[in-house]
């Protein structure tokens, strides 16, 4: 009948749970074969991978591995953020020392005497921490977030310059617009607001590659962490940090030519309003999405059509025969990258 159970089944269920039982007890009470079902453990060993993970990438600020993590409730500096998304740029992080916490920022370039002899320079370190296929796939999630998310915005701001008259004649007339990485961030209750990210300096003929740039990190806040609110204006990391980002990677392509390599010509005649990114080769594929539902797999690729997509991303995977796409698992831990150099 419904709602109950035959006796049967209740002495199955016991059989089954001393079963079980049994076999765990005849197990080391903390050998990985136990501690593995246990819930709270798996979530705390993911939760100190991630602030493993976070010290590799540049974070020298303390991090508790508490459930709330991921959502911001750690503090770090600008500085550990800056470093982080310098990270993500093409795997590797960059010191001037040996370790994090012998510090690493070097506001000093070098040291010399009267007579021109070096006295004092920092010593460069640099060491892999992300794969490269991964430093790509999250350096395109950045770019698409500047391409139809929340740091859109910045396009409006940041044009190529160059410091020869017709090269920036043109440059002007043809208004182009460049790759941009990067991603908002704003706290609860309006009282932080960040952005930080990448661009390019490094050009070739066919666009901007990522793997080398400028890494900006800016930040908006009262000292005393008042929230940003005045009647009905909200202060998002969109909204107050990223203008300030904008201007800086502005000054950056205005005070230093970055155009030449570009053919500026061919972009005039072939109608571009943007210079592309150029990843390197790492076996990925383009996959067309749908902008505004999440970014999931977009129609017009299984159904074959010719409709050019808004959006795309950049991932490692096969076509099937059929159109759809079967995505291939590229993860790897940071600590078999972190010790190749």
Do not use: C
Request: cysteine-free.
């Amino acid at each position: 009948m419904a709602g109950e159970l035959s006796l049967a089944t209740l002495n199955l269920v016991e059989e089954t749970i001393a079963t079980e039982y049994r076999q765990l007890a005849a197990l080391p009470p903390y050998g990985p074969e136990v501690l593995y079902q246990v819930r709270d453990f798996r979530t705390l060993v993911s939760l100190h991978y991630v602030v493993g993970l976070a010290r590799e990438m540049g974070i020298a600020s303390p991090q508790e591995p508490v459930l709330s993590l991921p959502l911001g409730s750690n503090v770090i500096t600008l500085l550990d953020l800056a470093r982080v998304f310098a990270t993500i740029r093409d795997g590797q992080l960059d010191l001037n020392a040996m370790r994090l916490d012998e510090g690493g920022l070097g506001i000093i370039a070098r040291i010399e005497g009267p007579d021109g002899e070096v006295i004092y320079q920092p010593r460069h370190h640099q060491r892999r921490v992300l794969a490269p296929e991964i430093a790509l796939a999250v350096s395109d999630i950045l770019y698409n977030v500047m391409e139809h998310g929340t740091g859109r915005s910045a396009h409006d701001r940041v044009r190529l310059r160059s410091r020869d008259a017709e090269q920036d004649r043109l440059l002007a007339e043809l208004d182009l617009k460049v790759p941009l990485f990067g991603k908002t961030g704003t706290a609860n209750r309006f009282i932080n607001a960040a952005f930080a990210g990448f661009l390019s300096d490094t050009a070739t003929a066919e666009g901007f590659k990522p793997a080398s740039g400028y890494t900006l990190a800016t930040y908006v806040g009262f000292d005393d962490n008042r929230p940003m609110v005045r009647n009905t204006t909200r202060i998002t990391g969109g909204g107050g940090a990223l203008p300030v980002w904008s201007r800086l990677a502005a000054a950056i392509y205005r005070h230093a030519d970055y155009s030449s390599p570009l053919e500026l010509l061919d972009l005039a005649f072939a109608g571009a309003d943007r210079v592309e990114v150029t990843y390197p080769s790492l076996g990925q594929v383009e996959i067309p999405v749908e902008a505004d539902d999440g970014g999931v797999l977009s129609k017009e690729m299984v159904s074959g059509a010719d409709q050019q997509p808004t959006a795309r991303l950049v991932t490692f995977g096969r076509f099937r025969p059929d159109g759809s796409f079967e995505p291939s698992r590229f993860f790897q831990p940071y600590w078999r990258k972190g010790a190749d150099n």
